[in-house]
């Protein structure tokens, strides 16, 4: 799920490190996700980078056994190779079943502090916990079936419902988008305090990026929904700045 599309930033350059890890401290099979996706960063960046992973990971790991049954909690945390790549952090899943964290190069460049790049990794791990990309598939399959189904009883041909279908998928997808980020911002939150930095302080990353505002069918509600969100479950765990 993509958390923001900013302006390009490039490190510096310096000597290269490849980053790639695991939350069991193993590495990953040879041709897996980690060579696909790792790359060379540099050394001025990639220290706090690893640091922040390293506290995140593990936390991230005893969240998801903890609220799920039969999932893979083996976070693979790996950097885009693309070094032109907009800053930007997803969550995906190999075709093993474990999920893959992905952040460019300028994202991490552009983070102001550890705690902004501690809660946007323990947003992209909720994802995965709540089973966010499956929810999203669910709920796209029943918008275009919906879609589909209203085309054919209005008489339409082929085409009009193969393109219903797509319509629908779309709808359906972005249906609950907005609700999904919020409960991530959520466990996020949960993430980032335990594994030892300050979640209202990570959120302030909001207050860098742009406002989607609250658009209809948008993908992302509005930053000050999020930052209360945060500040709220903050609250709850007994979280100041």
């Known amino acids: 799920m993509r958390w923001l599309i900013l302006a390009l930033t490039l490190f510096p350059a310096a000597c290269d490190v490849t980053i790639t890890t695991s939350s069991?401290?193993?590495?990953?099979?040879a041709g897996g996700a980690s060579e696909q996706s790792a790359t060379l960063l540099s050394a001025t960046s990639v220290d706090g980078f690893a640091e922040v992973v390293r506290a995140v990971q593990p936390i991230a790991a005893q969240e998801c056994?903890?609220?799920?049954?039969?999932?893979?909690?083996?976070?693979?945390?790996v950097v885009d190779p693309n070094r032109r790549a907009a800053p930007n952090a997803f969550q995906s899943v190999d075709k093993q079943g474990r999920p893959v964290l992905t952040f460019t190069a300028a994202l991490i460049g552009d983070v102001r502090n550890p705690d902004e790049l501690a809660f946007i990794l323990s947003h992209e791990a909720a994802h995965h916990i709540a089973g966010h990309l499956a929810r999203q598939e669910q709920h796209a399959a029943a918008g275009a079936a919906v879609f589909a189904g209203l085309a054919t009883l209005t008489g339409g041909?082929?085409?009009?419902?193969?393109?219903?279908?797509?319509?629908?998928?779309?709808?359906?997808?972005?249906?609950?988008?907005?609700?999904?980020?919020l409960e991530a911002d959520e466990l996020g939150t949960i993430i980032t305090h335990r594994a030892g930095f300050n979640p209202l302080i990570g959120a302030q990353f909001f207050t860098a990026i742009p406002d989607p505002g609250d658009r209809f069918l948008g993908t992302h509600p509005p930053n000050a929904e999020r930052l209360e969100t945060v500040r709220r479950t903050s609250a709850r765990l007994g979280v100041s700045e």
Not at 65 to 77: E, K, S
Not at 157 to 181: H, M, N, P, T
Request: net charge positive; charged share 25%; with cysteine.
């Open 24 to 29: 069991t401290g193993t590495p990953p099979p």
């Open 65 to 77: 056994r903890r609220r799920t049954q039969g999932v893979n909690c083996d976070f693979l945390v």
């Open 157 to 181: 041909s082929a085409a009009d419902v193969a393109e219903a279908q797509k319509l629908g998928a779309v709808v359906g997808a972005r249906s609950y988008s907005k609700e999904f980020e």
